[in-house]
């Protein structure tokens, strides 16, 4: 029986950079997740007898609003929904079933990075048809159904049961419950060299791999240890859980700080890598090296042609446009475009479909490529394996080659998490107001050569996004870009990105906040981080 239930507005369901995100009691609220879901479908159009790819990171909550997604698409007309078992799939994996099957699109439940438990929280977001994030005038659409939905349509179904995999009915639609891993690693097969891959860990090579119990785990089970033959063990924290085992799922030297003193030990593995709550951001770290996200986009993209998906070589790189400029000189050096995009992995979706890009990166962990339209975690893993069973060096020295080669970009990111919105804003608004005034000023010694509010062309819709992040150049190529994030779930968290380059090979082994310190101190010198915010110190370094 289809029901038409009455309900009324929240007014606080504006999708961020990836979709909606609160707590677990927010979303929890009578009918909030049902609002934001009708909303979704009242922004679609063409979807009567499509197929809607349903599936999460594992989270808590995520089960409950599974049921409901199911119900209410049975409601509003799709002809079959595919569920990941268990209700897992991983965003990149999400991304490729979208794609493999052509499905209308997908919604996937995950706050990404963010913590999971009662009281932590949760996420919804939709993929469009070409597997990747909404864009933005969808998102905005749905963000305005949100302010005048009046009711929802839901099905009176028995509860699925999404451990079985197989076919069921449900209201007349089809639902499908999917091996989550099968698909997404069916394709990890055609990309890379796993008889290299295969040799390189039978000769002995360690490597450790922390999934966080977040929802990387069973890819990264399957692939490295079944597949490939890393000895048992390789893979930790590899069952996904709903609150994350209690910990952070961001792969960061700061939630993953553990993995970090291992590779840094006397008895380190080879390699070691981590990914985050919804397996779309990756950690890497060599024996005695951490490869800054930044300088992993670079590194890849120098040495994709390695790997038989990517033997024919690139059609350009695309870098959100906090991430360093690393990427760039690797571009440059291959003859191949590059793409500077404001934040969000949406803005990589044009450039993917139109063929101008083949690699693209973010300085916040985030890698991937054109075979989904997702950043993909498990994947640079598995291209940064493929490179070193290639080149038969070790990370470190295909590090210091590249700096050597390319010169390095010292980079660090200062995170001030959960500011009071306000005083954010008015960090924000007081420093637009200076732009105009800082070009040719000296500060700490260095001189100011330009500073702009990041505005995008997309090249290929022709479409202006604006005010993405306000940056301050200096002579020399130094600079320190200020940036409210759209990630989190409570307050505001201002990202100060900080770079220096440095083409002086001898200079190549300065720890980076040394490096930094004059640009940290110009950075607060310039937005009064302290003063606006009543913060000494960043809540995280990266």
């Known amino acids: 029986m289809i029901r038409t239930v009455p309900t009324k507005p929240y007014s606080d369901q504006k999708p961020g950079t990836s979709g909606l995100r609160k707590k677990v009691p927010v979303f929890q609220q009578e009918h909030y997740a049902e609002n934001f879901i009708q909303s979704i479908f009242d922004a679609l159009e063409g979807f009567e007898g499509k197929t809607l790819v349903i599936g999460g990171d594992g989270r808590f909550y995520n089960r409950e609003v599974i049921q409901k997604a199911i119900a ?3 409601a509003n007309g799709f002809g079959k929904v595919m569920v990941g078992q268990g ?3 991983s965003t990149p994996a999400a991304s490729h079933v979208i794609r493999k099957y ?25 993929n469009a048809g070409n597997g990747g994030p909404a864009p933005e005038k969808l998102t905005d659409a749905i963000f305005e159904k949100t302010k005048t939905i009046s009711s929802f349509k839901t099905a009176d179904v028995d509860p699925i049961d999404i451990d079985r995999i197989g076919k069921v009915e449900a209201a007349g639609m089809t639902v499908e419950i999917i091996d989550p891993v099968a698909d997404y690693a069916e394709l990890m097969e055609s990309l890379f060299d796993f008889d290299a ?3 390189l860990f039978k000769s002995g090579f360690r490597m450790r791999f922390d999934a966080m119990h977040a929802v990387t785990g069973p890819y990264a089970k399957e692939i490295l240890e079944n597949r490939l033959g890393a000895q048992d063990g390789t893979c930790r924290n590899f069952k996904p859980l709903p609150d994350f085992g209690g910990h952070h799922p961001d792969p ?3 939630h993953a700080k553990h993995l970090y003193d291992e590779m840094m030990g006397a008895d380190a593995p080879d390699f070691g890598a981590a990914s985050d709550g919804d397996g779309d951001r990756n950690l890497i770290i060599g024996k005695g090296i951490f490869v800054t996200p930044s300088d992993s986009v670079a590194m890849l993209a120098a040495n994709a042609r390695l790997a038989p998906g990517y033997k024919d070589g690139l059609k350009g790189i695309a870098r959100s446009m906090p991430t360093s ?3 760039d000189r690797v571009a440059e050096k291959l003859g191949i475009g590059l793409y500077e995009t404001p934040t969000g992995w949406k803005f990589f979706g044009n450039l993917l479909d139109a063929g101008m890009a083949t690699i693209c990166g973010e300085e916040s962990a985030g890698t991937g490529s054109n075979h989904v339209r997702e950043k993909d975690g498990l994947w640079a ?20 080659e590249h700096w050597a080669t390319y010169g390095r970009n010292y980079y660090s990111r200062h995170d001030y998490e959960e500011v009071e919105s306000g005083r954010a804003n008015a960090l924000i608004d007081e420093l637009r107001a200076k732009l105009g005034s800082l070009p040719g000023t000296s500060v700490r010694g260095m001189t100011v050569a330009s500073a702009d509010d990041f505005a995008y062309h997309d090249p290929v819709d022709g479409s202006t996004s604006e005010h993405q992040g306000i940056r301050v150049l200096f002579e020399g190529g130094s600079r320190v870009v200020f940036r409210l994030s759209g990630t989190g779930t409570s307050g505001a968290t201002l990202r100060v990105y900080i770079e220096r380059y440095e083409p002086d090979r001898s200079k190549h082994d300065l720890d980076t906040q040394v490096a930094l310190a004059d640009l940290i101190a110009a ?10 915010t009543g913060r000494p110190k960043p809540s995280v370094i990266t």
């Open 102 to 126: 052509q499905t209308f699109g997908g919604i996937i439940l995950s706050a990404s990075h963010n913590p999971g438990g009662p009281h932590e929280d949760f996420g919804i977001k939709y």
């Open 325 to 327: 400029g690393a990427a």
């Open 252 to 254: 960061n030297l700061v």
């Open 197 to 199: 891959l295969r040799k």
């Open 523 to 532: 950075a607060d010198d310039i937005a009064a981080i302290h003063r606006n």
């Open 72 to 74: 209410m698409a049975a």
């Open 87 to 89: 209700g897992i799939l």
């Open 381 to 400: 893993v598995l291209l940064w394996l493929n490179i070193l069973a290639a080149r038969g060096e070790s990370c470190k020295q295909i590090v210091t």
